[in-house]
Antibody
Framework: QVQLQESGPGLAKPSETLSLTCTVS????????WSWIRQPPGKGLEWIGY???????YYNPSLKSRVTISVDTSKNQFSLKLTSVTAADTAVYYC????????????WGQGTLVTVSS | DIHMTQSPSSLSASVGDRVTITCRAS??????LSWYQQKPGKAPKLLIY???SLLSGVPSRFSGSTSGIEFTLTISSLQAEDFASYFC?????????FGQGTKLDIK
C-alpha cells in the first residue's frame, strides 16, 4: 500500500504563505484523491481539500480563498499552499488519500506541525 | 456544512468493557460515515467505512451501525490498545466534516 510523507517548514510568519509537500511512495499518484487535513493542537480535525491526479480540486469553502492544492505526477507528489496565515492556522497538517467510493480517508501521513508565529 | 455531533466527548472504561460512541449528523448522509482511531502523537487510522464496513485487519470487536442520521461505534470488549481518541467523519457532502472526538481512557 502507498505511504505518504509530509515535508516543509515547521514555522511560518503571520501573513505569509504556508507551503507543504506530500511525497507518495509505494504506488502511483495517478489515481485516487489526495487530501490535506489539519488538526490544531488538542483539537479536532478539519478537512482542507483534495486534488485528483488530473488536477481537479475540491476545497473547504471556509478556506477556499486562501488554499491551493496541486499535484505533480512526475514527482509523485502533491502540495498545499495556504496564504495569509494567522495563529489560527497553527496545526498538525496531514496528507492523506481517499481510495474508496465512500470517500473514507484510507491512509494518512504521519503529520507535520506548522506553527504560525513571528 | 453538515455538522457531526459526537458523544460523549470523553469516556472512562475498563479492559473488557463494552463501549459505545455515537455521532449524529445534522442531515441525512446515507451511509457516508467513517470512524477513525487516533493515539497521542499519531495520525488517525481508519477503522470503519460506509457506516458499518470493517476495514481489513481491524479487530472484529469493533463494529459500526446506523439508524437514520445516528451512527454508533461499538467496541465489544475493550483491550488495552483501544484506549485512544475516536472520530467520526461524514463524506457525503463537501466539505467533509468530523465529529469533535471522543477520548477513551482507562478507568
Amino acid at each position: 500500500q502507498v505511504q505518504l510523507q509530509e515535508s516543509g517548514p515547521g514555522l511560518a510568519k503571520p501573513s505569509e504563505t504556508l507551503s507543504l509537500t506530500c511525497t507518495v511512495s509505494g504506488g502511483s499518484i495517478s489515481t485516487y484523491y489526495w487530501s490535506w487535513i489539519r488538526q490544531p493542537p488538542g483539537k479536532g480535525l478539519e478537512w482542507i481539500g483534495y486534488v485528483f491526479y488530473s488536477g481537479s480540486t475540491y476545497y473547504n469553502p471556509s478556506l477556499k480563498s486562501r488554499v491551493t492544492i496541486s499535484v505533480d505526477t512526475s514527482k509523485n507528489q502533491f502540495s498545499l499552499k495556504l496564504t495569509s496565515v494567522t495563529a489560527a492556522d497553527t496545526a498538525v497538517y496531514y496528507c492523506a488519500v481517499i481510495k474508496d467510493g465512500y470517500n473514507s480517508v484510507d491512509q494518512w501521513g504521519q503529520g507535520t506541525l506548522v506553527t504560525v508565529s513571528s | 456544512d453538515i455538522h457531526m455531533t459526537q458523544s460523549p466527548s470523553s469516556l472512562s472504561a475498563s479492559v473488557g468493557d463494552r463501549v459505545t460512541i455515537t455521532c449524529r449528523a445534522s442531515q441525512s448522509i446515507s451511509t457516508y460515515l467513517s470512524w477513525y482511531q487516533q493515539k497521542p502523537g499519531k495520525a488517525p487510522k481508519l477503522l470503519i467505512y460506509a457506516a458499518s464496513s470493517l476495514l481489513s485487519g481491524v479487530p472484529s470487536r469493533f463494529s459500526g451501525s446506523t439508524s437514520g442520521i445516528e451512527f454508533t461505534l461499538t467496541i465489544s470488549s475493550l483491550q488495552a490498545e483501544d484506549f485512544a481518541s475516536y472520530f467520526c467523519q461524514q463524506s457525503y457532502t463537501i466539505p467533509y466534516t468530523f465529529g469533535q472526538g471522543t477520548k477513551l481512557d482507562i478507568k
